[in-house]
């Protein structure tokens, strides 16, 4: 129930910004659904071939899928509404999927008894999977690895959930408000992690 | 047999259009047999992934890897000849094979029994995977998902195909030859989805 | 004995390799952690899926973690010290990794018994896989596919491997050790494989 209803959220968000990643970068109507099913479907693929979960376990999704397409033309027919005043709709969506994801991934990990930097690890790429490969068949170095303090999240997450420390699902939810208000906070106040921007260039 | 025909077509096709891609990026003789190989096998192991048959059938496929790796030693040791004069060849190979890619797709995820819009999805996955992977290694955005008019047609084999409408081995062949046909009409007369061009960009 | 110790070396190699690629796109903590985890462990995924190994075994090598945790945090806290004073031992590890893991993949391959360029197939694929993953994640065209004349000794491995011809552990690290020397040879002397530089730019 808990996952049933992340889910129906964090799916069509993710679809979204793959949907208007693709919009920003001139594709077509045919990359534009490509794109926001990648991002919303390759984070979980990429996840479940990770922690060892049947990859087609993605196709019983059949209603999620549903609410992909959905969102996925709404951003087809009105490609245009899709500016300043929207996006921080989808960042808040965008940040509900990623702290699901990241969740889930820390829980699977956590239940087959892994130590706890594993779990971390766990925790981190499945957070991040669809993005990543969004932001690649965008032709974009991706974004999450340059500019954003997800990371720390992600790791708080993976500290939570892997120490054993949360469990309960009302402790889950818990950590889930926690964190999307986190990554809210740091997007607005420009938090960063980019500490090497003096490297010298090759 | 109908497989091993559309295979012993298709592959040599994607090798030759990997190879390719690798001789215009001005890659050298190993990422031309790898762009070439990763093209030809690249979807391959992506609808195996997804639909759930082993990744390992792949090294069964002997004699395909042999066809691949002689079409790629005939562009590597040929490499000036395949200028606009082949071009029109290289697309109707690339096309028997996406074509062929796709269709098997469909076929898959529809006797397993998925709805019509889940058949959809894997024919279009299964369908340009390779392409798509090609892209990225170039360092290309991918094709696909801006500029040609594919989606169409991997649409209409998914509902042909998941639909139960055409089942038999004769409607399979026709529905092949009517794909590679309007493949390379829209090709000719430049049929597109472009339709975000003038989207504002970032 | 040979892969634990051949891993150490290779596995925190290759994650250092990754975290300095981070560091010379500018890419924040978050992406240094991530690069280097990738480089380090993306070549065994994509080797353990193509020929067959559960991909969750990844999560059994807490201790390869751990040295690659570690390797990176170093490139973290030092990151100007890896110059060009640096860059030969990186290269060093790196040629180390790459063999050895493609050395694996050639014994796999070899013993499910495919014909030897099948083997030789395998063996580039899971020896390269790391730093092609890399390359793209840090928004750049794979190197080894481009300039680096890592073909022939991977063809090499491949050959000995796959005939039968090396097969005791003795033999496997005289070639490891031939490889290694080889590919620095062949850095040193800008020994490449690129004929193709005259092709006409699209």
């Known amino acids: 129930m808990l996952w049933d209803i992340l889910n129906i959220i964090g799916i069509p968000a993710f679809a979204i910004s793959g949907a208007i990643v693709a919009l920003e970068e001139k594709y077509d109507l045919f990359g534009l659904y490509v794109l926001g099913f990648v991002t919303a479907f390759g984070g979980g693929v990429i996840r479940n071939v990770l922690i060892g979960i049947p990859v087609t376990d993605l196709w019983k999704q059949g209603n999620l899928m549903l609410a992909a397409l959905i969102a996925m033309s709404i951003v087809a027919l009105f490609p245009y509404v899709w500016g300043n005043r929207w996006r921080k709709w989808i960042l808040f969506f965008d940040a509900v999927g990623l702290s699901s994801f990241a969740i889930q ?16 690890v766990a925790t981190v790429l499945t957070g991040i999977g669809g993005g990543v490969i969004r932001d690649l068949l965008a032709g974009r170095k991706p974004a999450i690895l340059r500019e954003e303090i997800y990371a720390i999240w992600c790791i708080m997450i993976g500290v939570c959930v892997g120490s ?14 926690t964190i999307v208000i986190l990554r ?16 010298p260039s090759v």
């Open 184 to 199: 809210m906070l740091s997007v607005h106040y420009h938090w960063n992690l980019s500490i090497y921007r003096k490297y």
């Open 164 to 177: 054993g420390w949360i469990a309960s699902e009302i402790g889950l939810y818990t950590l889930l408000v």
């Open 105 to 120: 991934g820390a829980l699977f990990a956590h239940k087959i008894g892994h130590p706890l930097y594993v779990v971390i």
